[in-house]
């Protein structure tokens, strides 16, 4: 029988990439999410899986849950013989967080550390936590890697995904059989433009520098600011750059990406096209 994986906040846009590749990759992927940002969709399962399930013609186990509620977590763990976990669950707003701490902290260091002591109560050893490259603050260098230092971190988010990072790392000091990983994700890169203040190199595909096929300095900045209403701060929190060095992932892994920015960015606007409200049915 395949092993049964426990992926808490599934149902989200990493999470449920990450079930698709559990499910093609022959495991059994069990999913909880509480459905604070997913769409419930109109069947058993929330929208994003039920697509899950349309791609790869296998059923998604879900069940709605919330990772603060421990008597669910336990009840779940005796239910199911769990080989690892890969924990996706908890708030992840940088700007929010700089208004609601309380909330970032209660969610995100409660909700992982009653999860912990769920895992150890049942022998469950093996965590693959999704953190944030918050962590590592306003960067010293960029590229970042592994080597970067972290904990100078600007926002609660940041702080939450740090602390939760020096307790496992703790706990596996204390409880050498924990085995764990860590996946820092890299979401977008906050660029000014001319008028901005910012320093460094602008990536071409934003338009300062001629795109290569297209030539059209600016094209894609017209494109995008013609129908904004405006151009505002940084949200509070946010640091001026950030992206990684993905070095160590191929040396390691043999992992490389598959897309280029011109890929991803095309991807991304047939998906829109084709779900203009994204998964839900409301504006």
Not at 119 to 124: A, F
């Amino acid at each position: 029988m395949a092993d049964q994986v426990l992926v808490t906040g599934g149902a989200g846009y990493i999470g449920s990439h990450t079930v698709l590749e559990l499910l093609e990759a022959g495991y059994r992927p069990v999913v909880i999410d509480n459905f604070h940002n997913t769409v419930r969709g109109e069947g058993p399962v929330p929208e994003s899986l039920r697509r899950v399930e349309e791609l790869t013609g296998k059923k998604v186990e879900f069940e709605e849950m919330d990772i603060l509620d421990k008597a669910a977590l336990q009840g779940l763990f005796k239910k199911h013989s769990f080989s690892a976990v890969v924990h996706f669950a908890g708030l992840k707003a940088v700007g929010e967080s700089v208004q609601k701490p309380l909330d970032y902290y209660k969610v995100n260091l409660t909700g992982t550390i009653q999860l912990l002591e769920t895992m150890k109560t049942h022998g469950v050893k093996n965590l693959v936590f999704s953190s944030s490259a918050t962590v590592y603050g306003n960067p010293s260098y960029l590229p970042l890697d592994e080597n970067h230092p972290t904990g100078g971190c600007t926002n609660p988010y940041g702080k939450s995904k740090f602390f939760i990072e020096e307790m496992i790392q703790d706990l596996c000091r204390a409880e050498k059989v924990w085995g764990t990983r860590e996946v820092k994700n890299f979401f977008c890169l906050d660029y000014k433009g001319k008028g901005g203040k910012g320093k460094g190199v602008p990536p071409p595909w934003l338009g300062s520098e001629p795109p290569p096929l297209l030539r059209c300095p600016g094209l894609i900045n017209f494109i995008c600011l013609r129908r904004t209403q405006g151009i505002v701060a940084r949200r509070d929190g946010d640091v001026a750059a950030c992206y990684a060095n993905p070095k160590l992932a191929q040396e390691e892994l043999g992992w490389t990406a598959d897309f280029g920015l011109d890929k991803m960015c095309e991807d991304l606007w047939r998906w829109q096209e084709q779900n203009p409200m994204g998964f839900g049915s409301q504006a």
